[in-house]
């Protein structure tokens, strides 16, 4: 079947088998390999990114689900050549190891922020809980969540992390 | 002055936060085919015919692999990193529910799951072993008949310390506890599951490998050794890893599955297994069955301590440590405590369950070391009515008895064990928490305190002591300074989130008063880095980073000759400081790396012994472990209407020595904490008496989330390691092996007004419940 879908702005035309996942649909067919797939059940989130504006598990959603919608992915976090001040969080608190879970946690917490630009660290947990880290424990993730936040507000950054030449 | 160490960003992040990591997963080649697994629904059965037409009869399918394809390759069998065999593809019976029985190689990896389903396997069951302590049993059936002259499940005895004298110090004691515990079956799930890429050329006969591997060397040599490939013609390249935690060192089927497919088809192959693929049949760990018994004075002083543990090790032995410890650095079970005697003795046997046996950051099973005296000095402090804090620091080795060689002959090389618990009591606020413990059991409320002290062995190894399969665990750098200063370090381990490319240049910035910013860390492809033995047991850094700090100084001694040249000086004349050979007693008269790297490059006349340039290499063969510590100390809530645990705090001191970066340090520690909380309260690989695993997938293996991890509170000491070239020790299993003790332990504490003395993990609500009505679950096994 035939189906078009707007990702990250530029709109893709695409052959595809009614049963193709749009986690292989971005990643396989628009070799959009920035969002990962780890578990097929929902569970991980390694492969969340946003339909028409809310994040979704795409390992769980239909490439054909997708027709004439909106789809943003990690690669569409920066905009013109800027990290988004989440991408700069995760960077600067250490948020990430691998890096595998990172764009799905990357793109909720661009939700989160989106909806609630000052959120509790038990807020950042609960919007974060539907997906998997494996490395981090979680807590620089959290605190990247909360460093974004204050930057985008303009507030100094809570307990921010030193500086490099600090440490040095 | 470590200049060039500290909290450094990360190099890798900048591509990661930006999706643009290069995983396994992402790699596409021109006509690239997709393989995928027919596995065995049964855990034992004969196999009494295998039809393959229909699946090669579909329009996509390239290829059909079976274990008699194998077979004339002699290759449908492998060997394990345990001097075991395992079948790549099973050719007569399956001997666990997920083993490999066919390979499908098709035009997409969707045609290649259907053609799956067109493949016709008629199977005789037989009758299965799925609890490890029937294994024994004279009627138990034998699953590895292929083994010449095996009659039973049997795999290894094995035994260490004094016995005599241990008997000795326990018919002396006056307290002795005892107790039966498990530490179940664990999987590391890391959440990138294991996949490959293989490509042979068929016109060079150069075979490229992009693969999930944490030993890319190590690998290489297997695959030579294993396919009768020459080594040469074999490129091992581990793109970015999604997390291994030892998951990612063994060879699996699959990936030699995907080789021979793209022998057969002459076009690369990928394969990547599924989640429950990964769950179920790649590297397990635990699955220790152990008795434990703790010997005493009245008066709190431990003397003795004895252990018999039965090790399941699934249906092939496919354990990975060195070859020489069957049972992992197991014996260095007595932990941080100064005891008289100890000995142990671990049994070995077979199972109707999956292969592996040593994977998730367990340091080579001291995780269980560590659970069972964590456990068994918690028991005896019920028994004598003693705090266990109070009686942990009684008996800790003291900082004076460095270098401890322990009663199973390990030699720590440093540590001020006393210290790191007092600053973890003090940090926790001990007392009050006690004090609001006492008064909340007077109200009816149930809180718990759990403590740790964990001393782990990790940098194998002494390659006198400790090979894999004949490979010494040694680990190579190569250093290569441009003439503009800037350079290029290639290293044998490989990270998986561990931040080599940041830790590693800093280490060599140090030796060399260069930034960080100006060394390049390449790893992660053999036919660029030098031989090792690759990124587990938490070796990265008491390793690989001594050979790169190694490698950094003959470079800086090289640069020595020709700065001396430079200014018309003698080498001996010259101090190293600022980052700079100088004139002793003239500082003004210095030279950079920079400055010295472009004269060696140049025309300079130079000394003899300096053949121009200044690139060197070594390989570091450690002289001892190093021995990383902590104490830890966990608070729990516990709900006994429901039997819930919610664990409100974690207190962590962890002392690896010099912190190269201690961000990464602690991240590592902060991930290491949630697998603790995960073990000790949620996660099992179980199976039920037909050998059926019921943790397949991530509905039924429960993995910690944001919301079940406390936010991490860590505290530090830092006691050098007197052997390693910055005194650095490895860290990065540290956390894994030492919380689940603290947190069990909190729970048993917290369960203490209703009579429980211990139950198994996972202390899910079901098997809290359960123990409160005194009967804790079987977590091995359900019917």
């Known amino acids: ?168 | 002055m470590n200049s060039a160490y500290g909290r450094l960003p990360r190099k890798e992040d900048a591509r990661l936060v930006r999706g643009l990591g290069t995983f396994t997963d992402d790699i596409a080649l021109p006509g690239m085919l997709h393989g995928a697994i027919l596995r065995s629904p049964l855990a034992h059965a004969r196999i009494c015919s295998l039809d393959t037409t229909a699946a090669e009869a579909h329009p996509r399918v390239r290829a059909v692999i079976t274990g008699a394809t194998l077979a004339e390759r002699q290759l449908a069998w492998m060997p394990t990193l345990s001097r075991d065999v395992q079948a790549v593809l099973a050719t007569d019976k399956v001997r666990f529910q997920g083993q490999e029985v066919a390979f499908v190689v098709a035009e997409d990896g969707y045609a290649a799951r259907d053609a799956l389903e067109l493949i016709d396997v008629e199977y005789e069951p037989l009758p299965v072993v799925a609890d490890a302590t029937r294994a024994l049993d004279p009627d138990a059936p034998v699953i590895r008949d292929d083994l010449a002259g095996q009659r039973d499940n049997h795999i290894f005895d094995w035994s260490a310390g004094d016995q005599a004298a241990t008997d000795a110090v326990f018919a002396a004691a006056d307290v002795i506890v005892s107790q039966d515990m498990l530490y179940p079956r664990s999987h590391p799930a890391p959440l990138e599951t294991c996949g490959i890429v293989a490509d042979l050329d068929p016109v060079s006969g150069k075979l490229t490998l992009w693969t999930t591997s944490q030993a890319p060397h190590a690998h290489r040599t297997m695959y030579a050794l294993l396919a009768g490939l020459p080594e040469h013609k074999i490129r091992i390249i581990s793109p970015d890893i999604g997390g291994g935690f030892g998951n990612k060192v063994p060879l699996y089927p699959g990936y030699l599955c995907a080789v021979v497919g793209s022998m057969l088809t002459g076009q690369p192959v990928k394969w990547v297994e599924d989640r429950s693929e990964n769950l179920m049949s790649t590297a397990f760990a635990r699955d220790y069955h152990m008795h434990g018994e703790i010997a005493a004075t009245r008066d709190g002083r431990i003397l003795g301590l004895r252990a018999r543990v039965l090790a399941d090790h699934g249906a092939f032995n496919g354990s990975a440590q060195p070859t020489k410890f069957p049972a992992g650095f197991f014996h260095i079970f007595t932990g941080s405590y100064d005891l008289q005697a100890a000995c142990c003795e671990v049994t070995g046997v077979y199972t109707n369950k999956a292969p592996g046996g040593v994977a998730y950051s367990c340091s080579f099973r001291i995780a269980e070391g560590v659970y069972l005296v964590e456990r068994m000095v918690d028991l005896l402090a019920a028994e004598l009515g003693l705090d266990p804090a109070g009686l942990r620091m009684r008996n800790l080795i003291r900082p004076e008895q460095f270098p401890y060689t322990c009663p199973t002959g390990w030699e720590y090389d440093s540590g001020d064990y006393p210290r790191a618990l007092q600053l973890a009591l003090d940090m926790a606020g001990y007392d009050a928490l006690r004090r609001e413990q006492a008064e909340k059991r007077a109200r009816g409320e149930h809180m718990g305190i759990g403590l740790s002290c964990f001393t782990e062995g990790v940098g194998a190894g002494p390659r006198k002591h400790m090979d894999i399969l004949g490979l010494g665990m040694a680990d190579g750098a190569d250093l290569r300074v441009h003439p503009t200063g800037t350079a290029v370090l290639g290293i044998s381990c490989q990270t998986q989130g561990q931040g080599h490319e940041t830790t590693f240049a800093q280490l060599v910035a140090e030796e060399l008063g260069l930034s960080p910013a100006d060394v390049e860390v390449v790893h992660g492809d053999t036919d660029r880095t030098p031989f090792g033995l690759g990124t587990y047991g938490s070796r990265s850094t008491p390793v690989s980073g001594a050979a790169a700090v190694v490698a950094a100084r003959k470079v800086r001694e090289r640069a020595r000759i020709v700065a001396a040249a430079m200014l018309e000086a003698a080498p001996e004349d010259l101090e190293w400081a600022s980052g700079r050979w100088q004139v002793r007693g003239d500082p003004e008269q210095g030279r950079t790396i920079a400055e010295i790297a472009m004269a060696a490059h140049s025309g300079l006349d130079l000394p003899a012994g300096v053949d121009g340039h200044l690139d060197a290499g070594t390989v570091y063969n450690p002289p001892n472990l190093t021995y990383p510590y902590g104490a830890y100390i966990c608070v729990v809530d516990l709900d006994p209407g429901t039997g819930e645990v919610t664990v409100r705090r974690f207190v962590a001191v962890d002392d690896c020595g010099v912190r190269i970066n201690p961000m990464i340090v602690e991240g590592q520690v902060h991930g290491g904490l949630a697998d603790g909380v995960g073990m000790a309260l949620m996660q099992a690989i179980t199976y039920d008496t037909q050998g059926n695993c019921l943790a397949g997938s991530f509905m039924d293996y429960l993995l910690p989330t944001s919301v079940e991890c406390p936010s991490w509170e860590l505290g530090e000491t830092v006691t050098p390691c007197p052997h390693h070239p910055v005194g650095a020790k490895g860290v990065g299993e540290s956390a894994t092996v030492g919380s689940p003790p603290a947190v069990v332990n909190a729970v048993m504490d917290a369960l203490r007004p209703f009579g429980v003395r211990h139950a198994d993990m996972p202390l899910t609500p079901a098997n809290v419940w359960s123990a409160m009505q005194g009967r804790p679950l079987r977590t091995d096994l359900a019917d």
């Not at chain 1, 052959?15 to 749009?22: F, M, N, S, T």
């Not at chain 1, 880290?133 to 930057?151: D, K, P, Q």
């Open chain 1, 1 to 168: 079947m035939q189906i078009t879908v707007t990702v990250n702005g530029t709109g893709y035309t695409r052959d595809v088998e009614p049963r193709l996942l749009l986690i292989h649909f971005l990643r396989d067919e628009l070799r959009l390999t920035g969002s990962h797939w780890g578990c097929d059940t929902s569970n991980c989130g390694a492969c969340v990114v946003w339909l028409d504006g809310t994040p979704v598990k795409s390992c769980t959603v239909l490439a054909a689900m997708a027709d004439g919608r909106q789809v943003r992915t990690v690669e569409g976090l920066a905009a013109a050549g800027r990290l988004d001040p989440v991408q700069q969080g995760f960077a600067e608190c250490h948020g990430l190891q691998c890096g595998f879970c990172t764009p799905g946690m990357m793109m909720t917490a661009r939700w989160l922020l989106d909806h609630n630009p000052r959120p509790t660290a038990a807020e950042v947990r609960e919007a974060l809980s539907g997906q998997l880290c494996r490395c981090t424990g979680y807590e620089n993730i959290v605190r990247s969540v909360l460093w974004a936040a204050a930057l985008v507000r303009g507030d100094a950054p809570l307990d921010p992390p030193p500086k490099p030449e600090e440490a040095m």
